[in-house]
């Protein structure tokens, strides 16, 4: 992989700082700029919907989940619009604080609050991505909690009925506009990072999750993703010949396990083996791709210096993944591959994954979406695209943010714009190269561009300067093989 050229050491004692800037904290960014023509849907591009980590919380309201596990998924929203009991919030705090939980997940408020947000702001869309968690963290701890005696059918069961509820809401928030999701690490039966593949849980999600597909990609994409949570769909027009590959990369997750607490690498080799397929075959029909999956490639920075690694000395950087499997296989792909989206670490980012030296492939441009959750710390968001139907590139993104965490009386507008605010025509592999070239020479974080990625990264968050932490998060950015990224932090 190319390197950043970074020169100077990164210490341990800097995980304090990273720690300081990366942090959810108080208070707002004032909204920027009004909605540009560039991303409403024209003849000239469509306008896609991107969102996720929604992380829905049924447990908010304790007084009413036995109901709700009791009803039909049709039933819920009239149970959850109810006013809440007295004690909701006493004994939500008491839940929270059983299962040790940080902050709070998207409550029923937020989530509509939400949802008409997007009716207006993302009407005309053609297409919804939302690449996985739909689920609140700590599902099974909370759930073990109010229902102590539950066996694990039930349990299931519920899991099963909150994912359908997110998928219905979403939908019927946007009706007749296609819906493709990817799980997340949260999204299982039996556990945070926890899935078997072949299960029952896949088999009954496969049918909520490909709800709508047209018949021939339906009954292919029910097969895959009752196997291991992965499908193939041919995306609607105006796009022409582009396909979404969405993966279930939990089973390529550094911390995956089976439902009985093993380890099992056969899943994520089969998976890889699957995509590797779907892209030569996607090559010999001269379609384009887009690439969809929750758990992003390459290097997580945060926990890399929350753990104090001594990188030039010897350490390793903690990986989101449990090999460079994906990333490798994505970059031998550049030449068919339009856009590949990650989330899961709720921030507003970019990557770009390069081929190895000598390869001609044009690289990979990543966007990683930020979430609805406002666990955190940052305010809820969802991004539009405008994508160019002939090219299925993304001409231009606007993310749009709500003015607090709650939904309650929340106004939603838009936080910023990426070709007003980085000066790139477009968001490709050669545009994200060079805004990473800009972000590499600016070592201290001092020009407008860096200060700007900074502002946006923690959605609602005021700046914090990233200082001598910043040459080693932009190194994580385009470097994602372990040895790369060491290389670019310290100058070798």
Known sequence: MREVRMAGAVRSVAAAFFLTAFAASAGLVARSQRATEATRPNRQSMQALFLSDIHFEPFWDPAKVERLAAAPVADWKAILAEPDAADQPARFAQLQQACHMRGEDTS????????????????GSKLVIVSGDLISHDFSCKYATLFPRSAPPDYRAFAEKTLDFVLASLRDALP????????????????????????SFLSAEARAFTKGFAAADRAQALRTFAAGGYYSVSLPAPLKRTRLLVLDDVFM??????????????????????????????????????????????????????KGENICGGGKPTMFLSSEAL???????????RLAI?????????????PSAGDAMPGVAVKMIPSISPINGNN????????????????????????????????????????????????????????????????NAE??????YIRNYDVGQPVRKLGPLWPLYVCALENDAAAAFQSCVCGK
């Open 253 to 306: 997750s550094r911390r995956y396990q089976t439902c009985s607490g093993k380890e099992d690498p056969a899943p994520a080799v089969a998976q890889i083996a699957w995509l590797e397929q779907q892209l030569r075959l996607a090559r010999s029909k001269n379609q384009k791709v887009w690439v969809m999956a929750h758990i992003p490639p390459g290097v997580d920075p945060y926990s890399t210096a929350t």
């Open 447 to 452: 020009t407008g561009f860096s200060q700007s």
């Open 342 to 354: 990650f989330a899961h670490t709720h921030m507003d980012e970019v990557r770009l994954l390069q």
């Open 108 to 123: 029923y408020a937020l989530l509509a609050s939400s949802l008409a947000a997007m009716r207006v702001e993302a009407a």
């Open 380 to 443: 809820p968001s969802f991004t539009l695209a405008a994508i160019d139907p002939t090219t299925s590139a993304i001409r231009d993104y606007r993310v749009i943010a709500a003015s607090s965490k709650s939904g309650d009386d929340a106004k939603w507008s838009q936080e910023y714009d990426f070709e007003q605010t980085y000066h790139e025509p477009g968001f490709s592999a050669a545009t994200v190269h060079n805004l990473l070239d800009r972000f590499s020479a600016d070592r």
């Open 327 to 337: 990333p490798e296989t994505l970059a031998r792909f550049g030449d068919v591959i």
């Open 176 to 199: 007749n506009t296609p819906v493709y999701t990817a799980l997340g690490n949260n999204d299982s039966s039996c556990g945070d990072y926890q899935l078997d593949p072949d299960s």
